[in-house]
């Protein structure tokens, strides 16, 4: 489920609902293995939908009281009927569906059902209803078992019906409206009441709800109502999951499958609010979750509120003001392992003389972070689409965009046709040095500099001081903290891969995800929110460059050798190599890496007297 989940994401670059087109909008469709098969009339009585106990797409909010929803069954409205056990094998490439007589309450369905094979449905079969049917191909896909990591399942789509539901519910727009039609998961499961010739009568009754629903109003640090809210994302809450129509529980022990975020765009051209005391809502599946975060985002600033740990049940609706919600403000460093490490890798941005250089805007800045590709994936100028050039075929830097150096270079850090470098055993940081390969070797100062740390060439003088990482400050995130697969959204909407790091705490079993395998994307996790609030370090797979190429390599999260983050500490292994953290795909290694070969740098803070250096005018407003 999630192989298709996040493919999807990366190829379109888009915040929609993940599931497509290998299964038809068109439930009702005979197409497929039962063409032949003893196909029954249904007709079931299903219960009144109470207050605040959704039962329909048609959910509407009290115009009085805000926390009560209504609900009522609208003619048409579909369940999902299947018999129970077909589990996975049943070949039909639409489930059979039965719809609401008429609006009310309470009401009739009718329609039909049929079992695998030409079977006929027994007084004895178990069978299960879902709703809502409307949403398969939308946020509901058929699945099945396709393998274990780490004796752990994972599934994937398949293009027939199966007893296995993947629900995604990590992509909503905030309104009761929407979540009835899509998110409000129900299900019961019972035996026939009569079955003539070709009638099938059956008592549903109460559909048991298998979401919670929360109601959220936000205001900012002055405790403003906030209006205008372009999103809010919700991290550590669980997203997606497996659902087993067989036994009406969710399937256990799968994290691929697993989505632990929720993220709520309106619509275009419109926005979240909460004035005139409106809720935003949103479907979760009900557990306890702990460092639950939730951020919103206003424009250029964003809001946010933690829970150390927080309890949804099954089917109930809960409603929470989140009150005087602080800024977040952008951070001089976040701290793992007790580094104190950038907030985004060391880049050169803009007109070759001059331009800025320095810190990155954000920890997911990759060059060319967004470029319209065509279906050979190399840039077009329109018709095309959106994505980073981690799905770029053989990416060009230019100078105007750097995020790749050479050991040590600093003069010829934009003549990207070189292959110049520091070639001695000795360690760069806050050193600088006037040749390459000398005979003697003797430090310079700033003025005389030709080769040396350059970031802290270009941080020295700044506020904030910062430096290239020591091989044993870059060997931690190796050998001691939990890195899992990630990825964040730029501010353009593209979709960046790389490598989460958070600080394992002493008695915690380690987290270490990688090599992941090329093409796995189910196994990265969203953790953009999280980078935003300065929870952890996000380092993207950057690729890198050979000597005196401009095009870079390893960067293709397509590629089957595998993509790379190649991350250079301040220090040589050999005089022509240099210690470097190596992830991706196919790699989890901290070894000696040619000096020749550009890389990425994330530095570490050095120093900072607590003034703010400028902002560069181009990255004003990205977050």
């Not at 909008?25 to 605040?52: F, H, I, K, R």
Request: neutral net charge; charged residues 20%; proline residues 4%.
């Amino acid at each position: 489920m999630n192989k298709t989940k996040i493919l999807l994401l990366a190829i379109t670059g888009m915040m929609a609902t993940a599931f497509t087109a290998c299964q038809s909008d068109d439930v009702d469709s005979a197409a497929g293995g039962d063409a032949n098969a003893n196909v029954y009339n249904v007709t079931a009585d299903v219960d009144a939908a109470q207050d605040n106990q959704p039962g329909s797409r048609v959910l509407s909010v009290d115009a009085a009281n805000k926390k009560v929803l209504h609900s009522t069954w609208a003619a048409g409205d579909k369940l999902i009927a299947f018999v129970s056990s077909d589990g996975t094998s049943n070949t039909r490439t639409s489930y059979w569906t039965i719809a609401a007589d008429k609006s009310g309450k309470g009401s009739t369905f009718t329609g039909h059902i049929a079992a695998k094979s030409n079977a006929k449905v027994q007084a004895t079969d178990d069978l299960c209803f879902f709703y809502p049917a409307d949403a398969v191909g939308k946020s509901i896909a058929p699945v099945t078992k396709t393998g274990e990591d780490d004796d752990k399942p994972y599934h994937d789509e398949v293009n027939h019906i199966s007893n296995l539901l993947a629900l995604n519910l990590t992509r909503q727009d905030g309104t009761a409206e929407t979540i009835g039609k899509l998110y409000d998961y129900q299900y019961k499961q019972v035996k026939p009441k009569s079955i003539v010739g070709s009638n099938l009568n059956v008592s549903i009754g109460n559909m048991k709800r298998i979401v919670s629903l929360w109601g959220l109003r936000f205001t900012d640090s002055n405790n403003n109502i906030l209006t205008n809210i372009d999103s809010v994302y919700i991290s550590n809450v669980k997203g997606s999951d497996v659902f087993n129509l067989s036994t009406g529980s969710f399937v256990t022990n799968n994290p691929a499958d697993e989505s632990m975020n929720i993220v709520v765009t309106p619509p275009t051209g419109q926005k979240v609010s909460s004035a005139g005391g409106k809720y935003t809502y949103i479907s979760l599946l009900p557990g306890t979750y702990t460092d639950v975060l939730i951020m919103v985002y206003v424009g250029n600033k964003c809001y946010k509120k933690e829970y150390a740990s927080i309890t949804f049940d099954e089917g109930k609706v809960y409603h929470t003001d989140l009150l005087s919600m602080p800024e977040v403000l952008p951070q001089p460093y976040v701290e793992v392992q007790g580094i104190k490490w950038a907030t985004g890798n060391f880049i050169h941005y803009g007109p070759e003389t001059g331009g800025y250089w320095g810190i990155a805007p954000a920890q997911w800045w990759i060059s060319r972070r967004a470029v319209m590709l065509g279906s050979n994936r190399k840039p077009v100028s329109a018709g095309g689409l959106l994505l980073s050039s981690q799905f770029e075929n053989t990416p060009t830097q230019t100078t105007d965009d750097v995020d790749l150096f050479r050991y040590a270079t600093i003069v010829n850090a934009l003549n990207l046709g070189m292959g110049d470098y520091k070639a001695k055993n000795t360690d760069v940081a806050k050193t600088f040095w006037n040749n390459d390969r000398p005979l003697i070797t003797q430090e310079v100062n700033r003025s005389q500099a030709k080769y040396g740390d350059i970031v802290w060439y270009y941080t020295m003088n700044n506020h904030k001081k910062y430096r290239m990482p020591s091989k044993n400050e870059l060997n931690t995130l190796y050998t001691d903290a939990n890195s899992i697969p990630a990825y964040c959204y730029t501010d353009k909407n593209t979709i960046v891969y790389g490598a989460y790091f958070t600080t394992n705490t002493a008695g915690t079993t380690r987290q270490v995800g990688f090599p992941t395998k090329v093409r796995d994307y189910y196994k990265y996790s969203n953790v953009t929110a999280l980078v935003r609030a300065n929870k952890g370090l996000f380092l993207p797979i950057t690729g890198r460059r050979v000597t005196g190429i401009a095009d870079i390599g390893l960067r293709d999260m397509t590629w089957g050798l595998g993509a790379v983050g190649q991350y250079m500490s301040s220090q040589s292994s050999l005089p022509d190599y240099v210690f470097s953290l190596v992830f991706g795909p196919k790699n989890w290694n901290f070894d000696g890496y040619a000096k020749g070969q550009a890389s990425a740098i994330r530095p570490v803070l050095d120093s900072d007297d607590g003034q703010k250096d400028a902002v560069y005018p181009a990255f004003t407003n990205i977050r």
